[in-house]
T-cell receptor, first 110, second 112 residues
């Protein structure tokens, strides 16, 4: 069973602060996706990373895929209240299967 | 209407009821999924349909019965559910299996 561990589980910060959340596994993934889910809604895809060591930027969000394709991180610069939500990582394994982590619940206070 | 839609958004049902959840995607995708999301647990994949054929069933109890009449529609038929089945049920679709899934808003199900 492939497991994805996300840390921290909960994070509460003030507007303007920087933060990093992590997604780790002992398994190798062919790709890894990050989603954000807001209360009462389904997850929304933010980014897909495919190549080991790949870095992608989406405005204030920076996503990195580990060199060995077993882990990933999401860094947010100058967080805003609109960034509040549940951040989920999902790894794709052989057989075209997605495995989701439990998520990091981020709260950005104004 | 665009994206992935789900109805109803909220459902309360007794253990002896029969109900159905509906999902519709307007993205031209050919794979559709049902997930269960419970508090403090990762999303649990329930069923996968690819080109209207069920390709994955992850040991889901028979009280959940999926149906995919065409590539745009997916149903989840529910009967004699248990209180522990209360959760957010999410539908998703993708162009190919697992690749970049697009989720609906979910149905919040409460079994009393």
């Amino acid at each position: 069973t492939q497991l994805l561990e996300q840390s921290p589980q909960f994070l509460s910060i003030q507007e303007g602060e920087n933060l990093t959340v992590y997604c780790n596994s002992s398994s190798v993934f062919s790709s890894l996706q990050w989603y954000r889910q807001e209360p009462g809604e389904g997850p929304v895809l933010l980014v897909t990373v495919v190549t080991g060591g790949e870095v992608k930027k989406l405005k204030r969000l920076t996503f990195q895929f580990g060199d060995a394709r077993k882990d990933s991180s999401l860094h947010i610069t100058a967080a805003q209240p609109g960034d509040t939500g549940l951040y989920l990582c999902a790894g794709e394994t052989s057989g075209s299967r997605l495995t989701f982590g439990e998520g990091t619940q981020l709260t950005v206070n104004p | 209407e665009t994206g992935v839609t789900q109805t109803p958004r909220h459902l309360v049902m007794g253990m002896t009821n029969k109900k159905s959840l509906k999902c519709e995607q307007h993205l031209g995708h050919n794979a559709m999924y049902w997930y269960k999301q419970s508090a403090k647990k990762p999303l649990e994949l329930m069923f996968v349909y690819s080109l209207e054929e069920r390709v994955e069933n992850n040991s889901v109890p028979s009280r959940f019965s999926p149906e995919c009449p065409n590539s745009s529609h997916l149903f989840l038929h529910l009967h004699t559910l248990q209180p522990e089945d209360s959760a957010l049920y999410l539908c998703a679709s993708s162009l190919e299996r697992s690749y970049e899934q697009y989720f609906g808003p979910g149905t919040r199900l409460t079994v009393t």
